[in-house]
């Protein structure tokens, strides 16, 4: 069983740095990628950045490619979401979510655990 829990999430200013963390307190072996998504207020879940737990592909979305930054410390069972040069519009509650599937980590509808979420708000 995978059990996903998300820390790190605030009142930032834009322009600020910050770092979310992710820990899975289940099992690693079934996973096979991990990723980030978010949901502002009144909007769909959107894609935010995804890694294969061993590491080989990360992807991230367009509105976050080149600020923000995903990793993962096996020997922690932790993935992290560095968030860099944050905008107000990167405001939303984020999830951690895992896959056992050989599949695109970017969906939603393909992740099989999700944790319940870190809110981050971003002041202009």
């Known amino acids: 069983q995978v059990q996903l829990v998300e820390s790190g999430g605030g009142l930032v200013q834009a322009g600020d740095s910050l770092k979310l963390s992710c820990l899975n307190s289940?099992?690693?072996?079934?996973?096979?990628?991990m990723g980030w998504f978010r949901q502002a207020p009144g909007k769909d879940r959107e894609f935010v950045a995804a890694?294969?737990?061993?590491?080989?592909?990360?992807w991230y979305g367009d509105s976050v490619k080149g600020r923000f930054t995903i990793s993962r410390d096996n020997a922690k069972n932790t993935m992290y979401l560095e968030m860099n040069d944050v905008k107000p519009d990167d405001t939303a509650v984020y999830y951690c979510?895992?896959?056992?599937?050989?599949?695109?980590?970017?969906?939603?509808?393909?992740?099989?655990?999700w944790g319940k979420g870190t809110l981050v708000t971003v002041s202009s």
């Open positions: 890694t294969t737990w061993q590491g080989h592909s990360t």
């Open positions: 289940g099992s690693t072996f079934i996973v096979f990628a």
């Open positions: 979510a895992a896959t056992e599937r050989f599949d695109d980590p970017r969906q939603a509808y393909l992740m099989d655990y």
